[in-house]
């Protein structure tokens, strides 16, 4: 009684991938199935019934019934809060996670990912225009009043983010404009002539293109093309806010005019600063 309820559980139970209460559950409905027998196989069983769960998308729901990891990352924990429509939910879940790891991992690990799955599904219709539009609205939301809490470094007012294409690309730059406090960030509704002419009338010595996958890659090529064309001084940055891999995608924009391409926010704060 004593090893099976408290010593396996302490000592191995999280190495072993299930939670104390699953183990000592599995022990429980082993030895009352097999009796002495059972009690021996109980734990090495339910790993494997565990394990399956992980790997066997169709058996998922025993994961999540005897595993110790966490059921979904926070960046799905907040998409599915925003699918739901629960404004308060995701405003608080984001206020947590800003709390506990400051603005720029909430922007990279949450609300930046959730837009890339928002956008996924938009474009395979899997999810409504009320949705995306509440999606839109309330990280715009938490954008707006949140602020980084590390103390401003450098002059960002040189600095120009635009936009790669849409809305989604619209707030990753608005992200990155809450972490450089004097970086003008421009509308994604602006036609790219519109664009060029106002980079020329401002004093846009360093341009950050922002784009959220899937897609953005291939309008950050675009524009980085022609503002690198019309404007072959300025430094030229693009951040495509996502976790993959880009060794396919970054030749392409560097040969668009890139100098520098970034997945991370927070890497195009640093590179800013650095210029400054």
Known sequence: LILVNVAEPLLYGRSAGLSAMAIITAALFWTWLWGPVGLLLAVPLTVCIAVMGRYIPEMGWLNMLLGVEPVLTPEARFYQRLIAL???????????????HGAAELYDKVLAPALTLAERDRNRGAL??????????????????????????????????IPAHDQADELAGAMLARLLPGAQLFSCDSLAAETLERVGEGPCRLICVCGVPPGAASHAAYLARRLKKRFPEVRMLIALCTSEAIDKVKPRLLAAGADEVVTRLADARGYIRQLA
């Not at 939910?89 to 800003?98: C, D, H, I, P, R």
């Not at 009320?130 to 600095?159: K, L, M, Y």
């Open 86 to 100: 629960d404004h308060d939910e995701a405003v608080a879940l984001a206020a947590e996670y800003a709390e506990e």
């Open 128 to 161: 409504d225009p009320e949705r995306v539009r509440f999606v839109a609205d309330t990280v715009r939301e938490i954008v707006e009043e949140g602020a980084d809490q590390e103390p401003p470094a450098g002059n960002a007012s040189h600095a120009c983010i």
